[in-house]
Every structure is written in C-alpha cells, then in structure tokens.
C-alpha cells in the first residue's frame, strides 16, 4: 500500500490567501495596542502621511502615521524621539508586511505640549528671534496704550489700575480677545495686524492670567510669536505669574512678570515727572542767571581792557576825509588860476594880429599847458603818497592786518567768547580759530598757564 495514499490531504495555500488570513488574524488578535518605542528613519513624502520605524533594543517594526493625524500633532516627530502610542496592527499584503498605524501620538516623558514648546522655542531661537538685537526700546511717554487682552476678568481691571495710578488721563485702548480656546491665536493676531495698522499707539501689552500649560497654549504658538516679532509697534508680554514662560515672551520686546508689572513697566509716575521737571526748571534757571552773571562780569573786565577799535577807525576816517576835501580844493584852486591866466592870456591875443601873433602864441599857450599838467600831475602824485601814507597807516591798525602777520583769533564754542588766558577753557573744550583765510574748529587738549601744563 502506498504511503501516499494513507497520509490525510493536506491544504495547499496560495501565497495570497496565507497572507489574507494572517492579516485577519493579526487584525482580529490586535485591533488596538498601546506601544512604546524609538522613531527611527523617519520620512515625510509628499502625500503627507509619516512613515517610519518604532524600535526598541531587540526588535523594529514598520510604523505609519497618516497625514490627518500628522497635522493635528501638536509637536513635531523626529528620530530618536521616545514615544507612547495607541496603533491598530495591518499587514500590508503587496509586501507582505506588518505595520503599526498609530491613532493616538505623545512623547514619552515630557507632555506634548511640553514638547511642542521646547521644539518651537529651539527652532525660533535658531531664526533669531529671540536676538537682543531685534528688541526695540519702549518709548519712555507713551501717548497711547493698547492693552490686547480678554475685556472680562482681573487682568485689565488690574492694568488700569495701576496706569491710572501712576499716570492718569493716559489714553488707553482695549483690543478685546479671546486668550483661551482654538480662536484666541486668530484674534491676538488680528489684534496686533489692526493696531499696527492704524500706527497710532507708542506700545503694546499682550497680556492674561495666569493658567496650565494648556490654558497658555495659544501664547505659544508659532502665529502669534511670528505677528510680536513683525510688530512695528513695541510690544510687552505679561503672560500667567512670574513662574510662567510662553514662547511670546521671548519674542516680545520686553517681559513683565504679572500684567499689574507689564502697567508698572509701561509709564513712569506723573507726579515724579512733575517734580523733577520743577526741579530741572530751578535748576536751568539758576544755571542761566549765573552764567549770564559770569559772562557780564568778564565782558566789563574785557571792556576795560579794551581800547576800542570804533574810534581810531572813525578818527583815521575823519583824516582821510579832511586830507581828500583838501586836496579837491587845492586842484580847484590850480584850475581856477590856470584858468584865469588863460583868460587874461585870451584877451591879450585879441589885441595884437592874430595872424602875426597866432604861431608865436600856440607854442606860448603849448607850453602852458604842460607847465599846468605836469603842475597838476605832481600835485595829484603828492596828494596821492599822502593817502596811501594814511591809509597805510590805518592798515597797520586793521585787525585783519594783525592776523595777516600769523596771528590769529581764538573764541570759546558755542558762545563764540574770545580767549586772551589759558584758564579760560579746559581741556575737551571745543574753541573756533580765526586765520587770515578761514577758521579752525578745534578741541583743546591741554592748557598752559604760567609754564605749569593742565
């Protein structure tokens, strides 16, 4: 008998129905785990689903998370990260593969929004962001206040509070928004976009209570972080307690502690500024008598001193006026006897023949004339070597004269006094020196009085 022939059949399976019935198996067995493990070789095509493998220290397995899922993901997956997850067990039969596609992500450890805060802080800090660099001062008088906030609760109640104690008749505006839930990054965006806008506030302050991690999500999105930085306007963040960090502090321009903080930050006291004005006014006027005092006192000590320069000048100029009528009157005077000989001369002329006489008389009436122009010439020469004589006199005494030998001029900036001792400037002083041509801006280095240097 054929051993064959006793041996019961056995069923054959085709490699696509072994298949099926593992992954019903499988499926069936595991329809829901909660695994944990390290991602590994991690992908991200472009269909958006993630593709990667979960291991530990003996074992991996092919892991996917679909594109639905990944978006929703409130931190980033990347390799080497630890998490916990709820997966349903497929097989992938084209390959015949198993899988884990997970429904439920969290980082094993650190919560997810934990998570979500440190990855997004580490990246805009990588940007910059965060750079000292980027903070803009806040203005040290703000006109005009905008406070985005929730218009209900102690927070802006506790802002004007504190403004109004410290500097009343402020103009303050409230941005009213909602700073807990899926919308309150929307509208804090839409708050700072508007205020922007209309570019009539000197500062910002984004402010709330204080709250969980959960209750801050939205000062930790990356919207909100990118609107405080593009913000042209300053902007303060008083978010939570003292405790409590978001990620819109690190960006914001400044960071209070508590809102009642963030009002305190935002203007000084008027009636501190009210006294120091007074005080400051005192003080520039009494600054303002004294020097005016000090510099009458040196200006009458610099008058004695002083011959005045006016009176020579109009004494020199009197002389030249009286040398040059002077001199008219001794021309008239040559012209008017020239001219009375000429006359006489004339009248002669006509009582003798012209004809016999005319030839005799033009060389006569020749040499006359040269006689009277040369007369004239030397009398013009004389007159002439007088005034210049004067005016080389009053040349020697011109200022201008002084300076052209190398001397100059030296005034005190910006009161443009003139200095005759080294004690009247000190060192770093800045002095204006008038040339000849031109004028020096200088600053005094060091003096000398009576050979002892300063």
Request: proline share 5%; net charge positive.
């Amino acid at each position: 008998m054929n051993w064959h022939d006793q041996k019961p059949r056995a069923t054959i399976y085709s490699v696509s129905s072994l298949t099926s019935e593992i992954k019903t198996l499988l499926e069936d067995r595991y329809p829901f785990v909660w695994i944990q493990g390290e991602i590994s070789n991690l992908s991200r095509p472009a269909s958006g689903h993630l593709y990667f493998t979960l291991k530990d220290a003996r074992a991996q397995i092919a892991a996917v998370v679909f594109k639905n899922l990944a978006h929703h993901l409130p931190f980033k997956l990347e390799s080497g990260l630890q998490i916990n997850g709820l997966a349903r067990l497929s097989v992938y039969e084209p390959r015949g593969t198993y899988q884990l596609i997970f429904e439920h992500l969290e980082p094993k450890g650190a919560g997810a929004l934990q998570l979500a805060f440190e990855q997004l802080k580490k990246r805009l800090a990588r940007e910059g962001l965060f750079d000292d660099k980027y903070k803009q001062p806040l203005p040290y008088l703000p006109r005009r206040i905008s406070v985005i906030t929730s218009p209900t609760g102690a927070v802006i109640h506790d802002i004007i509070h504190v403004l109004n104690r410290r500097f009343p008749n402020l103009v303050l505006e409230v941005v009213p928004v909602k700073v807990q839930g899926d919308s309150a990054v929307d509208e804090m965006v839409s708050a700072l976009d508007l205020v922007n806008s209309r570019n009539n506030s000197d500062l910002i302050i984004i402010a709330r209570g204080g709250g969980s991690l959960e209750d801050l999500a939205p000062f930790n999105s990356e919207d909100l972080a990118r609107a405080v930085f593009a913000s042209a306007v300053p902007v303060i963040s008083a978010v939570g307690h003292e405790t409590d960090f978001t990620i819109c502090d690190f960006v914001a321009d400044m960071r209070a502690p508590t809102p009642s903080a963030a009002a305190e930050r935002a203007v000084p006291v008027k009636q501190d500024l009210d006294r120091q004005i007074i005080r400051l006014r005192q003080q520039l006027t009494n600054a303002v008598h004294l020097a005016l005092s000090r510099k009458r006192q040196s200006l009458e000590g610099m008058i004695k001193k002083m011959v005045d320069p006016r009176r020579r000048i109009t004494d020199l100029l009197l002389l030249t006026e009286d040398m040059t009528q002077r001199m008219i009157r001794a021309v008239s005077q040559a012209l008017t006897s020239n001219r009375s000989a000429l006359d006489w001369r004339k009248e002669k002329l006509h009582l003798v023949s012209p004809a016999k006489q005319l030839h005799h008389h033009a060389r006569t009436l020749s040499g006359y004339r040269e006689r009277l122009a040369a007369s004239v010439k030397r009398l013009i020469t004389h007159k002439s070597m007088a005034l210049q004589s004067c005016h080389g006199r009053i040349q020697a005494l011109s200022p201008y004269a002084i300076l052209g030998r190398g001397y100059s001029i030296t005034r005190t900036l910006p009161d443009a006094v003139i200095v005759r001792e080294a004690d009247q400037v000190s060192p770093g002083r800045e002095v204006e020196v008038i040339l000849l041509k031109g004028r020096l801006t200088c600053r005094v280095e060091g003096t000398a009085s009576d050979g002892q240097k300063k």
